[in-house]
């Protein structure tokens, strides 16, 4: 029996803590992991783990994964090789574009295509031929307004300031529990250790949430919010911030603050008070602290982002940051300087250059927003979708109105879905093409060094040898490509494997072949618990990328937005709104298959204030009726104290109790579907993206 020990960064959510993971050689050929533990040499995460990661043996050795392509034929899944599979899929695609035109084809791409580093360079080597204009995915059930919001401003939709966690003297967190997420835009393992290190240095750390969440458990203070009503909050901070002279210069070349000082000037404490439900004391008393404070962050996440005035909210938190000088400044938000940089080599992007057919919703970087995805396969006419590809998405669990976009796969010409498993959404697909595991692969993250706390960089080889047959999933899209390009007669240029992409982007990158650092993956190979590359530094003004290198504080088109924030009103008695609820021991839809994760008391349950009860003859423990304008479902309620009165908390990922999905821990599972009741019409104008937080919902005895 040989054991080996090897390093990694997890790759499950965004906080890549490195990991420690003991294989051992079983028999001649037969390698199972044994052990994994938090890595203590990792620089940047120090041990953290949480227990998501240990389940990382259990998606590996799951009976339900699937390891070789599957096609269905009438209600039966039968194995199909992969010549034959990119086949057919390049002959039904190239058929339907011909006939319908390139938009009849629809693409949607999940949240771990950010966490997989080949999808990230490959997706497009084959998505990209297809030309289409329909292309979806979660990054508008999600961070759209944060993309949009930094395009506008400093001219990049990944030019994202991050709390500068480590040395701020008071951070304000709306709607983000990173001790149930561990932290979102905002790479940070061990997160609570961080967060009680602010108030160890005699700083604090305030939460806005309609619950009293995990993280404003351990808060200094903890205000409750009514749901959707982050903006009117943060309008009467910075209104405050003004009007009693808190505000201070900024060394960063701005535009456009006098036009934001007029504009919030109607949006007193006492103005907004009624419309988010916090008092106007404590509106102004939070102003008065934050502007006090030596250093200080205000950080706005999913809660605030999928709310029906995403984009405004996450403005107005750039602006807070800026006008009291904590922007690009330590201790406030700073950007990274990440070793592959992103933001370097790409242009800034676009935004409403094209609409959706049916509902004229805009275009960002190229993708609609998914909440018009159902409506795009439903609704006849020219440009009508046809076919729909997924690429690590489960969207009947994961978008608005789940049952409708059910409705809509039902009639698709074809489907294609690359995914480990046959779920909600895949169980709808023609042909269902699995990659390798993640210990199987290769690990980068391209994405969150980009979010991170600190520079930090690492490079991971393979855990596990891949099983012959087996594909990766950029090796899936080069197959798709070469067949697709075969069909049609299109042009397609040679390409690299994924840590060759790496390793040019790492030489020609800050800390390449230029700088003392001299990073390439040789080096990282020799670093396998990461590179330190430093704290973060104040580095926003010549990272600018707006036309004239100045940040944009009012743009024409979120001021704009301000007639429909003009339309809000204050809460009718009876109000009762829906917001959702993360666990860590759950990841989005597709980790509920493991016993390790699921065990243990149940958390698929609806939160409501025990008063809400009572008002409506419920008791605790009781099912109910959860009814929304666009659906039912069951579930049962728990009391609870830590609910504002008027919401209800009901997590997403749950639902898995659908006909025909082969996960057999999860489809066990009680729990319904949050997006049976979200709705696909309540979204932000703005930008598009779902208003997933803030659904009107009622509740009654099951
Ligand atoms: N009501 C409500 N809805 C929400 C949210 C909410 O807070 N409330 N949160 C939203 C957010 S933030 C997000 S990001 C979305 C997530 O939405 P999605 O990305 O659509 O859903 P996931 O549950 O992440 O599904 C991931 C899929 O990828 C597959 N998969 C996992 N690893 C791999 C891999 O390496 N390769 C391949 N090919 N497939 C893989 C899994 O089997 C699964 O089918 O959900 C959103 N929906
Ligand atoms: N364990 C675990 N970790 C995860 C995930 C997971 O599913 N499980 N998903 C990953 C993904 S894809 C993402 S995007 C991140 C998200 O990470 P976070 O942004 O930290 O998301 P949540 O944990 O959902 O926290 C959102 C908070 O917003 C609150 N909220 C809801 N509505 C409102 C509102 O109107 N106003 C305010 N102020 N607050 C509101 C909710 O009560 C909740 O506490 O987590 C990632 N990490
Ligand atoms: S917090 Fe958990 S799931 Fe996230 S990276 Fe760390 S170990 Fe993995
Ligand atoms: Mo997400």
């Known amino acids: 029996m040989t054991k080996t020990l090897h390093h990694r960064a997890c790759h499950l959510c965004e906080a890549i803590c490195g990991l420690s993971i003991e294989t051992t050689e079983v028999e001649r050929g037969n390698v199972q992991i044994t052990s994994i533990k ?5 620089t940047f995460s120090r041990g953290h783990i949480c227990p998501k990661a240990v389940a990382l043996q259990d998606i590996q050795n799951d009976p ?21 599979a990119f086949n057919l899929v390049a002959e039904r695609l190239a058929a339907i574009q011909a006939h319908h035109g390139q938009n009849a084809v629809a693409v949607y791409q999940g949240n771990p295509s950010v966490h997989n580093y080949g999808l990230m360079t490959h997706s497009n080597y084959f998505l990209g031929l297809l030309k289409t204009r329909n292309r979806f995915s979660a990054t508008s059930v999600d961070q759209l307004p944060h993309h949009l919001t930094s395009h506008l401003m400093y001219g990049h939709g990944l030019l994202l300031p991050i709390p500068d966690i480590d040395h701020t003297d008071f951070m304000l967190i709306l709607g983000g529990n990173p001790l149930a997420s561990n932290g979102s835009i905002m790479t940070v393992p061990d997160v609570e250790k961080r967060l009680k290190a602010i108030q160890a240095r005699g700083g604090k750390v305030v939460v806005v949430d309609p619950r009293r969440s995990e993280t404003a458990a351990i808060a200094d203070q903890h205000l409750f919010v009514r749901p959707g009503g982050d903006a009117a909050l943060l309008f009467g901070l910075l209104n405050t911030l003004f009007a009693e002279g808190l505000t201070r210069g900024s060394h960063l070349p701005v535009d456009g603050l006098e036009a934001v000082r007029a504009a919030v000037a109607p949006f007193t404490a006492e103005a907004m008070s009624p419309l988010c439900a916090v008092p106007a004391e404590q509106i102004r008393q939070l102003a008065r602290d934050f502007a006090a404070a030596p250093s200080a962050v205000c950080y706005g996440r999913m809660g605030v982002s999928t709310q029906a005035f995403g984009t405004l909210c996450h403005w107005a938190v750039q602006l807070i940051n800026l006008v009291t000088g904590n922007l690009d400044r330590v201790g406030g938000a700073l950007c990274t300087e990440p070793a592959v940089d992103l933001v ?11 609409q959706s057919r049916v509902s004229g919703r805009p275009e960002y970087a190229g993708e609609l927003p998914v909440s018009a995805l159902a409506e795009e396969m439903l609704t006849e006419g020219e440009g009508q979708v046809r076919a729909l590809i997924t690429v690590a998405g489960n969207p009947v669990l994961s978008t608005p109105n789940g049952r409708k976009l059910e409705q809509a796969l039902d009639g698709l010409e074809f489907m294609v879905s690359i995914d480990l498993y046959i779920n909600e959404t895949t169980r709808y697909a023609d042909l269902i093409l699995p990659s390798t595991s993640a210990l199987e692969n290769d690990h980068y993250d391209t994405t969150f060094n980009l979010f991170a706390v600190r520079n930090v960089s690492r490079f991971n080889r393979a855990i596990l040898a891949k099983p012959e047959g087996a594909l990766h999933d950029w090796e899936i899209f080069v197959g798709l490509a070469k067949a697709f390009a075969v069909r049609t007669g299109k042009e397609l240029k040679p390409t690299i494997a994924p840590a060759q992409m790496i390793d040019r982007g790492l030489r020609m990158g800050l ?19 990461g590179v330190d590359l430093g704290a973060l530094k104040p580095n926003l003004a010549p990272r600018l990328k707006t036309a004239n290198q100045r940040i944009q504080a009012a743009p024409a088109v979120i001021l704009a937005d301000l007639a429909r924030f003009a339309a809000l009103q204050a809460p009718a008695a009876d109000e009762l709104l829906m917001i959702g609820r993360r666990h860590v021991r759950s990841n989005n839809s597709w980790m509920h298959n493991y016993h390790r994760l699921v065990k243990g008391k149940p958390r698929h349950q609806l939160l409501m204030h025990p008063d809400d009860l009572a008002s409506r003859g419920l008791s605790d423990g009781q099912r109910v009726r959860v009814s929304s304008r666009v659906g039912v479902i069951e579930v049962e309620v728990l009391g609870s104290l830590d609910m504002m009165k008027g919401v209800v908390s009901l997590p997403h990922g749950w639902g898995h109790a659908r006909p025909g999905v082969q996960m057999s821990i ?37």
């Open 38 to 42: 938090g890595d203590p040499q990792d």
């Open 64 to 84: 339900d994964r699937l390891h070789q392509p599957m096609q269905r034929v009438g209600n039966e899944w039968q194995p199909i090789e992969w010549d034959a």
């Open 511 to 529: 800390y390449g072949d230029t700088s003392e650092h001299k990073l390439s993956l040789a080096t990282l190979f020799d670093h396998p618990h």
């Open 666 to 702: 999860a489809s066990s599972q009680p729990g319904s579907s949050a997006n049976d009741l979200t709705d696909e019409c309540q979204i932000d104008e703005l930008s598009g993206n779902a208003a997933l937080n803030g659904v009107p919902v009622t509740v009654a005895a099951a």
């Open 344 to 354: 370097a080599t790409t242009s800034g992007g676009h935004f409403n250059l094209w």
